[in-house]
């Protein structure tokens, strides 16, 4: 008896061990592939646009004293819209090998095709560039949508319209992937943005934004415009869709001033979100449900995500306060399109939707507003006598993002010096001259916790219990072989299954 004790215990931290230390990290990089199942819904009159001056406090400019760079060189750098991705030429390699580069605020790796794919038109041919070196160290990634792995390897970088100056980087030349390049895409490649503790292997990869700060001498901070609100349905080839300011803020590409709130933490960009309104309607959810796993700030993430519960809620807030009660429920799980006739306007159908950020006053909040034409997204391979259209919003089970639905309405400022983000109305979130977004505040956030971020363990912690737990093992496993080696009874030590697996995939 006491061996199959002891055997269940060995098996039970085996089992514990293997989930940790064999665990994923996953980004949240999700981009629209474009394949839907249609529905016509109901009828609908005139369109109604509500729009709300702003104000706030906040600095709004980056000086450069150096020079290295002009943000006015960088405006209309990126292509691309919220369903293919946001995407800026790079030079990669001596000579120069020129690729479209997803734009990726949700992770820190920076990865090429380095090989054929069916999906892409050209890749980084390392053989070419006599400045690649190749580190030899293995490294993959594992977004909610896709994956890659490949090798890693240090070469020289340019951007035609970005900082003045060529940049020596950490680069992962992607040899194998499933499901992460798609149909339609047209960049070969992604640009992680984000801080150097999600960079894979380890966070001693220095990313890419690191070393422009470090080799330029540029200030710590980047802004991104995202424009392609619309252009799903567009027939227009790779029209300018949006700008990346390396090293501060254009002020002609927002209206009115920023807004600040905090970055909780330094891995993504995490900040915390207070509550939500449906309309004039707030959820009355505890603040804490919205920040469950975290919340963070994701151009890689094409719809706003939310964790599941703040999800049911939303989607019974809009069905309960709108003339939609039977609208069908493929709609709102993402497996059917909307459509109406094409002389049609279903906006009025819907509420505006707002997010409360803590201000960096912790006492303030403030509101991001988004209106309809944001959230319900026209989708172009329709059929042609009908306008569809997709709910901009999903599920999630690994925390809030907000990602490209609500980034669109906003010019988007990553503060990294000051540890802040900024938000401030976006120049081009216009349709038909009404603005599609809103900022208001501040308002008083003494109704809410002090500390609405929800808890959740970091790779370093992971880290350490998984080879605290590999020491474990490892003493248990020895007396077990002291104890096989002794004469005793067989008996049925019975199955470990898939069951007995603590954690399989973990999804920060």
Sequence with gaps: MANIALF????????????ATYCYFSIPLKIY????????????????????????????????PSGTV????????????????????MSIGTPGQKLNILVDTGSSNFAVAAAPHPFITSYFNTALSSTFQSTGRSVGVRYTQGNWEGVLGTDLVSLPKGPNGTIAINIAAIQLSDSFFLPGIDWQGILGLAYPMLARPDSSVEPFFNSVVNQLGIPNMFSLQMC????????????????????????????????YTPIVEEWYYQVEVLKLEVGDQSLNLDCKEYNVDKAIVDS???????????????VETITRSSQIENFSSGFWDGT???????????????????????????????????LPQLYIQPIVD??????????????SSSGLVIGATVMEGFYVVFDRSQKKLGFALSSCAVSDGKPLSEIAGPFSAADVAADCSGGVLKEPVLWMISYALVAVCALILIGLLLLLLLPCRHRDRGEITDESSLVRHRIK
Excluded at 8 to 19: H, T
Excluded at 34 to 58: C, H, I, W
Excluded at 300 to 314: C, K, Q, S, W
Excluded at 341 to 370: C, G, H, V, W
Aim: proline content about 5%; aromatic content about 12%; hydrophobic content about 40%.
């Design 8 to 19: 269940s215990i060995w098996a039970f931290v085996f089992s514990l061990n293997f989930g």
């Design 33 to 64: 592939p474009g394949k839907y199942n249609f529905t016509t819904e109901a009828n609908l009159s005139s369109d109604r646009v509500v729009a709300l001056k702003s104000d706030g406090e906040g600095l709004s400019l980056a000086s450069d």
């Design 70 to 89: 002009n943000f006015l060189d960088m405006v209309n750098n990126l292509q691309g819209d919220s369903g293919r991705g946001y995407y800026i030429e």
């Design 228 to 259: 392609g609100a619309g252009l799903s349905d567009s027939s227009a080839v790779n029209p300018p869709a949006g700008s990346l300011i390396m090293g501060g803020a254009e002020p002609t590409l927002y209206r009115g001033s920023i807004w």
């Design 300 to 314: 890689g993430t094409t719809l706003l995500r939310l964790p599941i519960n703040v999800f049911n809620a939303v």
């Design 336 to 370: 059917k399109l909307a459509c109406w006739k094409k002389d049609e306007n279903p906006m009025e159908l819907f509420p505006k939707l707002s997010i409360y950020l803590r201000a960096t006053n912790a006492s303030q909040s403030f509101r991001i507003t988004i």
């Design 382 to 395: 329709a059929e042609n006598n009908l306008g569809c259209f997709r709910f901009g919003m999903s599920p």
